[in-house]
């Protein structure tokens, strides 16, 4: 997977689609969105809030331990202390112990937090004698508080901005105020400490902005995450759900699992010297071959809509009568329906499974005669014994059955009778002794059944005469009964059966009667004449039977609430999200359903949220993944962590930036208050060039020259430029800060008179050596404005910075601090010779070098546990960014491998109607003119198939007929043949037609015809040359028989549980028979077609006359068997 490319803390305003941001007004454009990130952020501050405790905590244990290392003789610093000591210590097990709060309750501890800090600062002020106050007093106590209520709690920025401002507005009224004699030059102390209330507020708002950014975008990413697991998880559903739509579930597993290898392994396929089959021997099957008689009347008193209307609806009552007779739809063929019993699952009852469904279906197609007054009906055969079973080819897959038993049952419907059950010995064999049969002299109907002396029988229908074949009527009652122990043992409602009639059910999907009486098939009864006030057409009739939506029904099948009248619209593709938002959904129902599931996937992921912020799995997952060390936070993996370091960081020249201006607010700071000596003004000026100069780098614009512009992206692209210039940074506002005591002069303490001199800061006497300690802190915050500078380099650099600072103050230069409190001590006296006496009166205070050392090390213990959670917080944001990417690389697989299985299922253009525009209902087209052509190979079935042992019983048959039809397909792989649609295949029959694409919809014209039928001779050359090639590979002598007609006709997609793309006409009839009552190697078509490509140079035979089912003699042609 290629590097997860997004930009971390970087571009704010592009990368977090879900909030919106006009500055810093950042709002979630979603309520529940934000509830779920208010819980989120309660969650992530919980523990920043728990550290400041502990950060505080320590630091009053510090004092503590300097006040009795100094033997202290004023208690009221101690009480004062240990009072805030247990204050923290008691918050703490108090937060520790009860973790239920709410975000508003955390939010009222933040400012109990905040009220503490404030509290110890003026209670510090207050036990401070008023002759000893001055202005600067725990300045660095205003920084650290202002700086850690704007990184550390949980408050939203108006709070925190306000808190900030009175802050420093209380400090600087009240300290002022009530510095009683040390007066020197307090306008100076002001603006010095003005200026350090602004720069503290300043990185503090500015940490707060982007750690809130960072914050937003880890839960969105982790949203995003959670979101795109669940969709992941729903097109596996999707992707199984289109599989077993069409095939049974063993061989639906098998595909699949094939597709993801080739995904993954291409390589792999591309070895292979066969192609992979998918065919399975099944014993003691029976099939049902069942033929509506009439059907091409009935067609012709009906539009194409209501045809196809006719057709999905009657075919999808059949389907429900076959789930509740234990049999298994296998294919539609035209007007053809038939299935089988005994798959996938062996069953002992298949036999009168078989016979049950074929009675209901006959009772069905009864109804439909007696309301309708159309003379259609039912042709049923029936045989038992070996089937194959699988799928053929690389397209257009659909699960077939093939077997000598198969073809069999074929001539049993061919030779059968209208509105009787025609069945072989093989299936008399399985059935009970007691059921009633009756001769069926099939043989003289049929001339295979007489070639293969088969015996056939005619089962009696118990409907006709209850006192006879009970034992039929017994078996649909124990079917019935072992349907609801099913049901109930799943706790699942219980399909309607016969046995619901009298509770005014109906059966499968049959609707009540317009008269309120319900109808079920196998009632006995059926609706007659004298039953319906008026007589009804066939599509009026059937129209008020419940219809099923192609794609429907399936495993992950559920009733929806909103269903329209007269429909299920539950359709799998809907529910598992497969449709997006579309302008051209169509009507306010489909609309609606689409945006109800993807709320509903919305409120999914809300709820996987809540439940996970809940039970803190997300910190848990983070504290215990093996991805990271617990320490230093680096990836286990080098190759995660490499990828992390490249991430680009665009807002790296923001972090310099901000450095910067902290530079310039320490150099005002000592240039307002501290002595202005030569060296001092040197190292300002170069610092200030040299950060200014990397500013400039890094912001380079593309307004700027090349070089620049080079140099900026390398500082924005380059994790160790990055590192060394931020280090380099810091360094150099480290040194500014403390470079100016080194040269500081001391004081004379000797002079009887030092302490009567007036403090002026342009002589080079340091007088105010707070403000060293003071940059010092600001000096830190600089290290904290840089997000993305590893946190141990950051903590390196810190101690580093507060170990010499330490140092400076106790040992060399200790002398300049000692100076100040002798001069609070005695601001107006010379310093007293005796030494007892002072030190007595130093006793009374804590020394300015340990007030500063403490507030050194609480801004460092707070800054690393800062450091440490922000990059956590980054390192965080990676591994879900790149987890996300690699979900959503894998759905986008899967959403590709769902397209692809769509459109192995239906036309590209028929695909899109129902995955890419949403719409929801029964597709259906009028074409006018659509070349079709059936290409069979008759010799495989009469010659080369046998089940024997040899070719496992069939099998390796079925492999070579699958290599026929493989090559077949990947001819339409070509451009040339785009225009060439497969239909489906029947036995060794190819069907295909041209012509099948949206401009082709009947408008009364069809400029690209001739195109379509020129490209359908040549697919039938191609053809002819692939059958050839195999043979000459394989040995084999196969040939073709093709048959090529173009008309008008009707396409559409019928089936719920296997929804089948399929075409209806006399065209699609008068291919058929030219396909039939052609010759071996030749392809043959009529006359009319014969004009059109004629033009294009294909030669013909001289014509003839065909004899044509329903048409009578029709004049053909052959092709030339060379080609033009």
């Known amino acids: 997977m290629s590097l997860y490319n997004y930009r971390l803390l970087g571009d704010p305003f592009n990368v977090i689609p879900a909030w919106r941001q006009d500055g810093y007004k950042s709002k979630f454009e979603n309520d529940e969105i934000k509830r779920l990130y208010s819980q989120y952020f309660f969650k992530q501050k919980m523990e920043m809030v728990l550290q400041l405790l502990i950060v505080l905590a320590i630091n009053a244990f510090i004092l503590v331990i300097l006040y009795f290392a100094h033997e202290k003789e004023w208690p009221r610093l101690l009480i004062l202390v240990l009072v805030f000591f247990f204050i923290c210590i008691g918050m703490l097990f108090h937060l520790c112990k009860t973790r239920t709060h709410s975000m508003r309750s955390l939010e009222v501890i933040s400012v109990g937090i905040w009220l503490l800090q404030v509290g110890l600062l003026f209670a510090l002020l207050g036990i401070t004698p008023p002759e000893h106050r001055t202005p600067a007093d725990h300045t660095a106590l205003v920084v650290f508080i202002t700086f850690v209520t704007y990184t550390m709690l949980p408050l939203s920025l108006l709070p925190t901005v306000t808190l900030g401002i009175f802050l420093a507005l209380i400090h600087g009224l009240l300290f002022t105020l009530f510095s009683s004699k040390v007066k020197d030059h307090m306008t100076r102390q002001m603006v010095s400490n003005v200026l350090v209330y602004l720069c503290s507020n300043l990185c503090g708002l500015y940490h707060h902005h982007l750690s809130e950014i960072a914050h937003r975008r880890t839960f969105l990413e982790t949203r995003g995450y959670v979101k795109n697991q669940l969709e992941l998880g729903k097109q596996k559903e999707q992707q199984e759900s289109l599989l077993r739509s069409v095939l049974p579930d063993y061989i639906a597993k098998e595909m699949l699992k094939d597709i993801l290898t080739n995904n993954e392994q291409p390589h792999k396929r591309m070895n292979l010297q066969f192609h992979r089959i998918y065919i399975k021997k099944h014993d003691a099957v029976s099939i049902i071959f069942a033929d509506i008689v009439g059907f091409t009347k009935m067609a012709s008193l009906c539009t194409a809509g209501e045809l196809v209307k006719i057709l999905n609806t009657l075919f999808g009552r059949f389907d429900a009568l076959a789930a509740r007779n234990k049999c298994m739809r296998i294919k539609i063929l035209g007007d053809c329906y038939y299935c089988v019993s005994g798959l996938p699952d062996p069953s002992t009852d298949h036999a009168i499974c078989t016979v049950l469904m074929a009675f209901d279906m006959i009772t069905c197609i009864k109804e439909v005669r007696d309301n309708t007054r159309v003379n259609v009906n039912m042709r049923v055969g029936i045989n038992t014994g070996t089937v194959l079973c699988g799928v053929l080819g690389l397209r257009k897959w659909q699960y077939d059955v093939w077997s000598d038993s198969v073809t069999i049952a074929n001539h049993m419907e061919s030779g059968g009778v209208s509105g009787r059950v025609h069945i072989s010995a093989a299936t008399k064999s399985y059935l009970p002794t007691d059921v009633l049969l009756e001769p069926g002299k099939g043989e003289e109907r049929d001339k295979y059944l007489r070639e293969q002396n088969i015996t056939t029988y005619l089962v009696i229908n118990p409907e006709d005469n209850p006192n006879q074949n009970e034992t039929l009527l017994k078996y649909r009652k124990k079917i019935a009964e072992e349907r609801a122990q099913q049901a109930s043992e799943m706790s699942q409602p219980m399909p309607e059966d016969s046995s619901s009639e009298e509770h005014g059910q109906t059966n499968g999907v049959i609707k009540n009667k317009p008269n309120g009486k319900s109808k079920a098939i196998n009632s006995g009864r059926s609706s007659t004449a004298s039953e319906i006030d008026d007589e009804m057409t066939?599509?009026?009739?059937?129209?008020?039977?419940?219809?099923?939506?192609?794609?429907?029904?399936?495993?992950?099948?559920?009733?929806?609430?909103?269903?329209?009248?007269?429909?299920q619209t539950s359709m799998v593709m809907l529910q598992v999200g497969l449709f997006p938002m579309h302008a051209s959904i169509a009507g306010k129902k489909g609309r609606n359903k689409v945006l109800n599931q993807q709320l509903g996937l919305e409120q999914e992921v809300n709820d996987h949220m809540r439940k996970t912020i809940e039970d803190g799995r997300s910190e848990k997952l983070w504290q215990k993944s093996e991805h990271i060390h617990r320490i230093t936070l680096r990836f286990k993996s080098e190759a995660m962590e490499r990828d992390f370091q490249r991430l680009p960081d665009s807002m790296f020249k923001y972090y310099l930036a901000c450095a910067f201006l902290v530079f310039l607010f320490i150099g005002a700071i000592q240039l307002i208050i501290l002595p202005r000596e030569t060296i001092t003004i040197v190292s300002l000026l170069s610092a200030m060039i040299l950060l200014l100069m990397a500013v400039v780098i890094a912001m380079a614009s593309p307004?700027?020259?090349?070089?620049?512009?080079?140099?900026?992206?390398?500082?924005?692209?380059?994790?160790?430029?990055?590192?060394?210039?931020?280090?380099?940074?810091?360094?150099?506002?480290?040194?500014?800060?403390?470079?100016?005591?080194?040269?500081?002069?001391?004081?004379?303490?000797?002079?009887?008179?030092?302490?009567?001199?007036?403090?002026?800061?342009?002589?080079?006497?340091?007088?105010?050596p707070m403000y060293f300690f003071v940059s010092g802190t600001l000096a830190m915050l600089c290290s904290a404005v840089f997000l993305k500078l590893d946190h141990i380099i950051k903590d390196v650099l810190m101690l580093v910075a507060v170990t010499a600072y330490i140092i400076l103050m106790h040992i060399p230069y200790s002398d300049i601090f000692d100076s100040f409190d002798d001069h609070l001590l005695f601001p107006n006296t010379s310093v007293p010779s005796d030494s007892h006496t002072i030190k007595i009166e130093k006793q009374k205070i804590l020394k300015l070098k340990e007030f500063g050392t403490v507030y050194l090390l609480m801004l460092f213990i707070a800054l690393i546990v800062l450091g440490y959670e922000v990059e956590r917080t980054a390192r965080m944001d990676f591994m879900q960014g790149r987890h996300a990417a690699q979900k959503k690389d894998q759905m986008e697989d899967f959403k590709t491998n769902n397209g692809i299985l769509l459109r192995n299922l239906l036309p590209g253009h028929v695909a899109e109607h129902f995955m890419g525009c949403?719409?929801?209902?029964?597709?259906?087209?009028?074409?006018?003119?659509?070349?079709?052509?059936?290409?069979?190979?008759?010799?495989?079935?009469?010659?080369?198939?046998?089940?024997?042992?040899?070719?496992?019983?069939?099998?390796?048959?079925?492999?070579?007929?699958?290599?026929?039809?493989?090559?077949?397909?990947?001819?339409?792989?070509?451009?040339?043949?785009?225009?060439?649609?497969?239909?489906?295949?029947?036995?060794?029959?190819?069907?295909?037609?041209?012509?099948?694409?949206?401009?082709?919809v009947y408008d009364g014209t069809d400029t690209d015809l001739k195109s379509h039928l020129q490209s359908l001779c040549e697919f039938a050359y191609a053809m002819q040359d692939a059958v050839k090639r195999f043979n000459k590979h394989s040995f084999n002598n196969?040939?073709?028989?093709?048959?090529?007609?173009?008309?008008?006709?009707?396409?559409?997609?019928?089936?719920?549980?296997?929804?089948?793309?399929?075409?209806?006409?006399?065209?699609?009839?008068?291919?058929?028979?030219?396909?039939?009552?052609?010759?071996?190697?030749?392809?043959?078509?009529?006359?009319?077609?014969?004009?059109?490509?004629?033009?294009?140079?294909?030669?013909f035979d001289e014509p003839h006359m065909v004899q044509v089912k329903g048409k009578g003699q029709m004049k053909a042609r052959f092709l030339a068997e060379e080609r033009k």
């Open 538 to 567: 066939v599509h009026q009739f059937v129209g008020k039977w419940e219809s099923v939506t192609p794609f429907a029904a399936g495993p992950q099948d559920t009733t929806s609430s909103d269903k329209p009248a007269g429909g």
């Open 703 to 768: 307004n700027f020259c090349d070089c620049l512009r080079y140099l900026s992206n390398t500082v924005a692209d380059s994790y160790r430029v990055r590192i060394a210039l931020a280090v380099f940074t810091t360094l150099v506002v480290y040194t500014v800060a403390f470079i100016q005591l080194i040269s500081c002069k001391r004081e004379d303490s000797s002079s009887a008179n030092v302490h009567q001199k007036p403090r002026h800061p342009d002589d080079e006497t340091c007088h105010y």
């Open 918 to 1000: 949403g719409k929801i209902g029964l597709y259906h087209d009028e074409y006018a003119n659509v070349g079709v052509m059936f290409a069979s190979i008759p010799n495989f079935f009469a010659e080369f198939y046998a089940e024997t042992d040899v070719n496992n019983n069939g099998i390796e048959c079925m492999r070579v007929l699958n290599e026929i039809i493989a090559d077949f397909d990947e001819l339409l792989e070509k451009y040339k043949f785009n225009c060439i649609e497969k239909i489906k295949t029947i036995g060794a029959t190819y069907m295909v037609a041209a012509g099948l694409t949206p401009q082709a």
């Open 1038 to 1099: 196969f040939q073709l028989r093709m048959g090529i007609n173009h008309g008008p006709l009707v396409a559409g997609v019928i089936g719920a549980t296997k929804p089948q793309y399929d075409i209806w006409g006399n065209t699609v009839n008068v291919a058929s028979r030219m396909e039939s009552t052609g010759k071996v190697g030749r392809i043959q078509i009529t006359e009319e077609t014969c004009q059109i490509v004629e033009q294009f140079g294909f030669k």
